[in-house]
């Protein structure tokens, strides 16, 4: 399906990057450290300084889009569907569809096995990922490479055009750090190449999930001096607060990258987030997934992947999230959209985390139960199992979004926000980590919860006491404030519940004898696998244990 590349709400167009940035990277990552090959001369392209934000704005759309009209960044394979592999909808299906949160209706091999976690290196949504993650990581290898002090003055290009190509080339900086986090947190030792390694047909050599680590951490600290103050960025852009928030997740999943915990540390960029005072809730939980966001919402959002119904057309990111979350006896119209494709559900897990689901007591609990059961016999089957309405093309007045024919969303996706940072702070507490205390871990924790249940006191006030904070309420608050927004396999693994001693209807299922409610699968699991394609391009890799 065709995407249109250009980004609104962040002073980023696109006018010459379909032509600056076409194509060139395949699924095969032999060719991770090869340039995008470019219609235009790449120094005529670099020569100019105006051109540096129309690249730069090709980097930020390969979170969404799937590539230019009519030519997709990546080969998704004959026949296959090109919005599965764009970046945010293949990276939901492996956060998503593989825990307690979601299932897919859809009859396909590969969403059938991500339901049911009996995936192998084969699985062409687990290539789509892999290969949309190294291809923003070429991407941005590129510009990073032809931005350096060395490049700009031999160009010429100095002062004010100099300082912003600076910031640019730091921003590029940090969307590759952040892809390789997805890499290091979904598949754990891969290829590894920076703008260091020049373009040439040589095999990219495999790094250890130890070694990424810090590389991840060392390129987040460097480039914090050089972006802009936290919050002050414009829309859509990354600044200090994303990288800090970023540092911040990466700290408090070290363990499970290296083996040691980095507690601390964690709390050390939650602390540098909070300490911003232009950072607070929106005032209404409903308000983050909505058309109008990027206002209503803004002072929530720390990094969004932004979306456009009008100039910014894909079938994945939000799209795909709404559309695909509507059927049965749901309306389109009133999620914005001109029809529903009855794919995703949840799972009876997530509604019985709520006191009662759809009772308005926790307004976070978004669910649709009329024509539907809570629990699933036929995964199949889309009315199995309760609808969920958290995303929708409706801005907070009711008004639909932008693209008149109701088919592509303006709903951004708000991939690092406040409110996660609240919940990062009470874990990293929680697990022993200095800098912070428990009663701050419990007002962060208690605002999140006014919000979510307006603070009415009595019976129905949400608010929970020193008493209730402990690991195993924050993994189900952040079930309750978090799903649907691609952590929660992440979270399984953080807490050792996503492979045995937790689980949820058609886990592990082999099918005829085996039981619906659901069993431990394999431990080695907690990693996806390299795909096959890639192992028989590039043999020096190694695939991950159990594959």
């Given at each position: 399906m065709n995407s249109h590349l250009t980004l609104r709400r962040g002073g980023l167009t696109l006018?010459?990057?379909?032509?600056?940035?076409?194509?060139?990277?395949?699924?095969?990552?032999?060719?991770?450290?090869?340039?995008?090959?470019?219609?235009?001369?790449?120094?005529?392209?670099?020569?100019?300084?105006?051109?540096?934000?129309?690249?730069?704005?090709?980097?930020?759309?390969?979170?969404?889009?799937?590539?230019?009209?009519?030519?997709?960044?990546?080969?998704?394979?004959?026949?296959?569907?090109?919005?599965?592999?764009?970046?945010?909808?293949?990276?939901?299906?492996l956060q998503e569809l593989v825990t307690?949160?979601?299932?897919?209706?859809?009859?396909?091999?590969?969403l059938q096995e991500l339901n049911t976690g009996t995936w192998t290196s084969s699985n062409?949504?687990?290539?789509?990922?892999?290969?949309?993650?190294?291809?923003?990581?070429?991407?941005?290898n590129e510009f990073i490479r032809e931005t350096s002090d060395d490049k700009l003055s031999t160009r010429g290009i100095l002062g004010t055009d100099a300082d912003k190509a600076r910031l640019y080339r730091a921003e590029a900086r940090f969307l590759r750090a952040l892809a390789y986090y997805h890499a290091i947190d979904l598949y754990g030792?891969?290829?590894?190449?920076?703008?260091?390694?020049?373009?040439?047909?040589?095999?990219?050599?495999?790094?250890?999930?130890?070694?990424?680590?810090?590389?991840?951490?060392s390129e987040l600290k460097a480039i914090e001096p050089v972006l802009l103050a936290a919050h002050t960025a414009p829309y859509g852009r990354a600044d200090q607060g994303a990288a800090w928030t970023l540092l911040a997740k990466l700290y408090l999943n070290a363990e499970v990258y290296t083996g040691t915990d980095h507690y601390t540390d964690c709390l050390t960029y939650c602390n540098k987030i909070l300490g911003t005072s232009s950072y607070t809730l929106a005032p209404e939980y409903r308000f983050l997934f909505l058309a109008d966001n990027n206002r209503t919402a803004a002072s929530e959002i720390i990094f969004p992947i932004t979306s456009d119904g009008v100039v910014s057309q894909v079938y994945?990111?939000?799209?795909?999230?709404?559309?695909?979350?509507?059927?049965?006896?749901?309306?389109?119209?009133?999620?914005?959209?001109?029809?529903?494709?009855?794919?995703?559900?949840?799972?009876?897990?997530?509604?019985?985390?709520?006191?009662?689901p759809a009772?308005?007591?926790?307004?976070?609990?978004?669910?649709?139960?009329?024509?539907?059961?809570?629990?699933?016999?036929?995964?199949?089957?889309?009315?199995?199992?309760?609808?969920?309405?958290?995303?929708?093309?409706?801005?907070?007045?009711?008004?639909n979004g932008n693209d008149p024919q109701l088919i592509f969303a303006d709903t951004d996706f708000p991939l690092l926000r406040l409110?996660?940072?609240?919940?990062?702070?009470?874990?990293?507490?929680?697990?022993?980590?200095?800098?912070?205390?428990?009663?701050?871990?419990?007002?962060?924790?208690?605002?999140?919860?006014?919000?979510?249940?307006?603070?009415?006191?009595?019976?129905?006030?949400?608010?929970?006491?020193?008493?209730?904070?402990?690991?195993?309420?924050?993994l189900d608050e952040r079930a309750r404030e978090m799903y649907w927004e691609g952590t929660r396999r992440t979270d399984l693994v953080r807490f050792g519940k996503f492979t045995t001693g937790y689980n949820w209807p058609f886990k592990g299922y082999t099918g005829a004898g085996d039981t619906k409610a659901g069993h431990d699968i394999q431990t080695t699991r907690n990693l996806y696998p390299l795909p096959s394609t890639d192992l028989v391009a590039n043999p020096t890799l190694k695939q991950n244990p159990g594959y």
């Open positions: 006018a010459l990057a379909a032509a600056l940035l076409t194509g060139g990277l395949t699924a095969c990552n032999k060719d991770l450290d090869r340039s995008p090959f470019y219609d235009l001369n790449t120094e005529s392209v670099y020569r100019d300084p105006a051109n540096y934000i129309q690249v730069l704005a090709k980097c930020y759309a390969g979170f969404n889009l799937s590539g230019n009209s009519g030519a997709p960044d990546v080969f998704a394979g004959q026949g296959k569907d090109e919005g599965e592999t764009s970046y945010m909808r293949a990276y939901w299906y307690d949160e979601a299932v897919v209706a859809w009859n396909s091999g590969p062409d949504l687990i290539n789509n990922s892999y290969t949309r993650i190294f291809y923003e990581v070429a991407l941005c030792n891969v290829p590894f190449v920076t703008e260091a390694n020049a373009p040439s047909k040589d095999l990219p050599a495999q790094t250890t999930r130890a070694a990424l680590f810090a590389y991840i951490e994945g990111g939000t799209t795909y999230l709404i559309h695909a979350a509507v059927g049965g006896n749901m309306l389109a119209s009133g999620f914005g959209v001109n029809s529903g494709w009855a794919g995703n559900r949840t799972r009876r897990n997530l509604p019985l985390l709520f006191p009662t009772s308005g007591f926790d307004t976070r609990a978004m669910f649709f139960t009329n024509g539907q059961s809570l629990e699933i016999n036929d995964l199949t089957i889309f009315t199995e199992g309760y609808g969920v309405t958290k995303w929708r093309n409706k801005t907070s007045t009711g008004a409110g996660d940072v609240y919940l990062m702070y009470a874990e990293a507490v929680l697990r022993g980590g200095t800098g912070g205390s428990q009663a701050q871990a419990l007002t962060y924790v208690n605002h999140l919860r006014d919000r979510a249940y307006g603070n009415t006191g009595g019976a129905t006030d949400g608010r929970i006491s020193a008493s209730d904070l402990t690991t195993s309420f924050i």
